[in-house]
């Protein structure tokens, strides 16, 4: 008798819980947000916008395309050069440089010290400005160290702790470059450039005399080449090509890094129409596409419209990849969809692709969901391939087991494994047990399994380092 009750309450519940999902699954479909296919492509639309995309430059996708996104995405050549900072933070942490403050002897300069007292005590931005220039005004080399003690509170990217240590640059050489060894903020490279802008051939021939790395002193050609370009340019932007064009030909590692620096300087001094001008005067190939990027970023946000027309007139030749990228992210910045839509109707090529790839990185960390639903309307074919690459890319991060997953679509064998290798790293940090399940339930190579064990073998080994130090 009881087995018989038992067996009519559960089959009461059962009835209750079927009831129970149907409502919410009918309730969903009310409320729960779904695609606007008003905006976005069914997948009958994509295949019919497709049909006439079928030449070999769009299916026939090449080993090169999908070779360089087999590892973890970094910031474009363009993006690490906009930073000053990068080399001083990248050189602290990797090598054994003593940065703490030396006690070094500065001379007293009454008149220096009266000057460095009103700019500090200006109580509003005109009347510093007037403090600060004063103080410019009566720079000279002799009482250089004494007037950098009055900008020495100052953070190492404000204007006015630039422009001293440029001009001082300017007029006391390699003695002022050098006295940043002895300061514990990152310096040399303004000092550097702004002797480089008044005298470009002894600062040249300085730097040639460096030596090319340096792991004891910042004195080295790895560390200083970004102050000797900023300055050259400044002078003479054809020198600075020249300079540019030398390191491509010895395939020098900074080489882009350069070109985007020198870039920079031009658009500061020109503004980015007259420099977008210049950069398509260049001859084709690596320095165009770097300048041409760079352009893009500052174009970008001043005249949007004008930068797009401006790549889209370009995106069709061999070295426009990284202009089409810079402009993918400068738009998703502020439009994702937007940034898509725009790269969906340009020439099927590796360049939309990169472009995809970038856009979709924004939106896999910022709207996955919305990303994740306008994927599953598109067809299989290249552009999703690499859109599913940078979607997994920012996905990773904050959810590491969907984009294992995601990953799995991927149809290129390559790119697919190396998305779900990337993708398996994350996974491991946030999850090793069921990291481990999902690596032994996928059909991975042993290569790519053996990748994921010594990295997180790693990672374990450095945590237990950590730990002990503390």
Same mark, same amino acid.
């Given at each position: 008798?009881?087995?018989?009750?038992?067996?009519?309450?559960?089959?009461?519940?059962?009835?209750?819980?079927?009831?129970?999902?149907?409502?919410?699954?009918?309730?969903?479909?009310?409320?729960?947000?779904?695609?606007?296919?008003?905006?976005?492509?069914?997948?009958?639309?994509?295949?019919?916008?497709?049909?006439?995309?079928?030449?070999?430059?769009?299916?026939?996708?090449?080993?090169?395309?999908?070779?360089?996104?087999?590892?973890?995405?970094?910031?474009?050549?363009?993006?690490?050069?906009?930073?000053?900072?990068?080399?001083?933070?990248?050189?602290?942490?990797?090598?054994?440089?003593?940065?703490?403050?030396?006690?070094?002897?500065?001379?007293?300069?009454?008149?220096?010290?009266?000057?460095?007292?009103?700019?500090?005590?200006?109580?509003?931005?005109?009347?510093?400005?007037?403090?600060?220039?004063?103080?410019?005004?009566?720079?000279?080399?002799?009482?250089?160290?004494?007037?950098?003690?009055?900008?020495?509170?100052?953070?190492?990217?404000?204007?006015?702790?630039?422009?001293?240590?440029?001009?001082?640059?300017?007029?006391?050489?390699?003695?002022?470059?050098?006295?940043?060894?002895?300061?514990?903020?990152?310096?040399?490279?303004?000092?550097?450039?702004?002797?480089?802008?008044?005298?470009?051939?002894?600062?040249?021939?300085?730097?040639?005399?460096?030596?090319?790395?340096?792991?004891?002193?910042?004195?080295?050609?790895?560390?200083?080449?970004?102050?000797?370009?900023?300055?050259?340019?400044?002078?003479?932007?054809?020198?600075?090509?020249?300079?540019?064009?030398?390191?491509?030909?010895?395939?020098?590692?900074? =080489?882009?890094?350069?070109? /985007? &620096? !020198?870039?920079?300087?031009?658009?500061?001094? @020109? %503004?980015?129409?007259?420099? +977008?001008?210049?950069?398509?005067?260049?001859?084709?190939?690596?320095?165009?596409?770097?300048?041409?990027?760079?352009?893009?970023?500052?174009?970008?946000?001043?005249?949007?419209?004008?930068?797009?027309?401006?790549?889209?007139?370009?995106?069709?030749?061999?070295?426009?990849?990284?202009?089409?990228?810079?402009?993918?992210?400068?738009?998703?910045?502020?439009?994702?969809?937007?940034?898509?839509?725009?790269?969906?109707?340009?020439?099927?090529?590796?360049?939309?692709?990169?472009?995809?790839?970038?856009?979709?990185?924004?939106?896999?960390?910022?709207?996955?969901?919305?990303?994740?639903?306008?994927?599953?309307?598109?067809?299989?074919?290249?552009?999703?391939?690499?859109?599913?690459?940078?979607?997994?890319?920012?996905?990773?991060? =904050?959810?590491?087991?969907? /984009? &294992? !997953?995601?990953?799995?679509?991927?149809?290129? @064998? %390559?790119?697919?494994?190396? +998305?779900?290798?990337?993708?398996?790293?994350?996974?491991?940090?946030?999850?090793?047990?069921?990291?481990?399940?999902?690596?032994?339930?996928?059909?991975?190579?042993?290569?790519?399994?053996?990748?994921?064990?010594?990295?997180?073998?790693?990672?374990?080994?450095?945590?237990?380092?950590?730990?002990?130090?503390?």
């Amino acid at each position: 008798m009881r087995s018989s009750k038992h067996q009519k309450g559960s089959s009461n519940f059962l009835a209750i819980t079927i009831f129970v999902l149907l409502g919410i699954l009918l309730l969903g479909r009310m409320f729960l947000p779904v695609p606007d296919l008003s905006e976005s492509r069914t997948s009958k639309q994509l295949a019919e916008k497709k049909a006439d995309e079928t030449s070999p430059e769009f299916w026939d996708v090449p080993e090169s395309d999908y070779a360089e996104f087999y590892d973890e995405p970094k910031p474009s050549i363009v993006e690490e050069a906009l930073n000053w900072k990068q080399d001083y933070d990248e050189l602290v942490g990797e090598r054994s440089v003593d940065v703490s403050p030396k006690a070094v002897q500065v001379p007293v300069n009454s008149l220096v010290a009266e000057l460095g007292q009103r700019f500090k005590s200006a109580e509003d931005p005109d009347s510093r400005k007037i403090a600060f220039q004063a103080m410019m005004s009566a720079l000279t080399r002799e009482n250089a160290r004494s007037m950098r003690e009055q900008v020495s509170h100052l953070h190492h990217e404000s204007p006015e702790f630039k422009e001293f240590h440029y001009r001082w640059g300017k007029i006391g050489g390699s003695d002022a470059v050098m006295y940043g060894q002895q300061t514990k903020k990152p310096d040399m490279l303004i000092t550097l450039a702004g002797w480089a802008s008044a005298e470009p051939d002894a600062a040249t021939d300085w730097f040639s005399n460096l030596p090319k790395h340096d792991k004891r002193s910042y004195a080295n050609q790895g560390y200083m080449m970004r102050g000797l370009v900023h300055g050259l340019t400044d002078n003479d932007p054809s020198r600075a090509l020249d300079f540019v064009q030398a390191l491509h030909e010895t395939n020098h590692h900074q =080489k882009g890094h350069m070109v /985007a &620096v !020198m870039t920079g300087r031009i658009v500061h001094a @020109k %503004g980015p129409e007259a420099t +977008a001008a210049w950069a398509d005067s260049l001859p084709e190939g690596p320095v165009r596409a770097v300048a041409r990027a760079r352009v893009v970023w500052d174009l970008g946000k001043q005249d949007h419209g004008a930068a797009a027309a401006w790549v889209e007139g370009f995106s069709h030749e061999p070295d426009a990849p990284l202009g089409v990228e810079a402009m993918a992210k400068v738009w998703a910045q502020n439009d994702i969809a937007g940034s898509v839509h725009w790269l969906e109707t340009l020439e099927p090529g590796y360049a939309r692709r990169k472009g995809l790839s970038a856009a979709y990185g924004y939106w896999g960390a910022l709207e996955p969901e919305s990303a994740g639903l306008y994927l599953n309307q598109q067809v299989n074919t290249p552009d999703r391939d690499f859109a599913i690459n940078g979607f997994i890319s920012g996905l990773a991060h =904050k959810d590491p087991e969907t /984009a &294992v !997953m995601w990953a799995e679509e991927i149809t290129e @064998k %390559g790119l697919r494994e190396a +998305a779900m290798v990337r993708a398996g790293h994350h996974f491991f940090r946030r999850n090793e047990e069921a990291a481990k399940d999902w690596m032994q339930g996928t059909p991975l190579s042993d290569k790519a399994m053996k990748q994921l064990v010594d990295a997180n073998n790693h990672r374990k080994a450095h945590q237990h380092r950590h730990h002990q130090r503390k």
